[in-house]
């Protein structure tokens, strides 16, 4: 186990709705990325933050937006759903360092289906 | 064309067999290569991480990178049923925060 929790498990939403995904990373870890893994799939980069700020954004819309909290736990928010936002997201953590063998560790992802 | 580019398979192989598993990637810029292990409805975990090129052994595990042919490798040995998965491997530029690029994942599964 890696020590990322993250809720729901699954989620069904219609088109046009909002949706939050939550992420709770390792205590320790500063800094958590969030990613999109449409089926058969690699993880595609969504953002990433960094003590609260993000810190690096991938090929997504504005509507993706998320948030990290002091806590060690963030979320990702998703607006004006499309069918095509139908994927599993996942956050990973890590320690946030300068360290060469800094490695992102993975939660088990929400499933989010758009109908 | 996609960065990193990886045979979506699907894979089968009998128990005991070596298995390889391949990505070719196109931005020189990768430094740092990771083989992530992903099983059926679970997040991806992390296997083996590798520094420029050369070979790295972990137990039945040996990654390869020739950063010269941009051309990374997994092999397993004795390959067992629980190592079938999808096998995702991922990269990146610089040491620390930075983001991860992936394959697509090779769907494996090893015959008992």
């Known amino acids: 186990e890696t020590g990322v929790t993250q809720s729901p498990t699954h989620l069904i939403k219609t088109r046009g709705q909002q949706v939050t995904l939550r992420c709770s990373s390792q205590s320790g870890h500063n800094t958590v990325s969030w990613y999109q893994q449409a089926l058969g799939q690699g993880p595609q980069f969504i953002f990433q933050y960094y003590r609260e700020e993000e810190n690096g954004r991938g090929n997504f819309p504005p509507r993706f937006s998320g948030l990290q909290f002091p806590n060690y736990s963030s979320e990702l928010n998703v607006n004006a759903l499309e069918l095509d936002d139908s994927a599993l997201y996942l956050c990973?953590?890590?320690?946030?360092?300068?360290?060469?063998?800094?490695?992102?560790?993975f939660g088990p992802g929400t499933r989010l289906t758009v109908l | 064309q996609k960065e990193v580019e990886q045979d979506p398979g699907p894979l089968s192989v009998p128990e005991g067999a070596i298995v390889s598993l391949n990505c070719t990637y196109s931005?020189?810029?990768?430094?740092?290569f990771m083989w992530y292990r992903q099983y059926s409805r679970k997040g991806p975990e992390l296997l083996m991480y590798t520094y420029s090129s050369g070979n790295k052994e972990d137990g039945r595990f040996t990654a390869q990178v020739d950063k010269s042919s941009k051309y990374i490798s997994l092999f397993i040995r004795d390959s067992q049923p629980s190592d079938s998965a999808t096998y995702l491997c991922a990269m990146r530029v610089n040491f620390g925060n930075e983001k991860l690029t992936f394959g697509t994942g090779t769907r494996l599964t090893i015959i008992p």
């Open positions: 931005n020189s810029a990768f430094q740092y």
């Open positions: 990973a953590s890590s320690q946030g360092t300068s360290g060469s063998t800094d490695t992102q560790y």
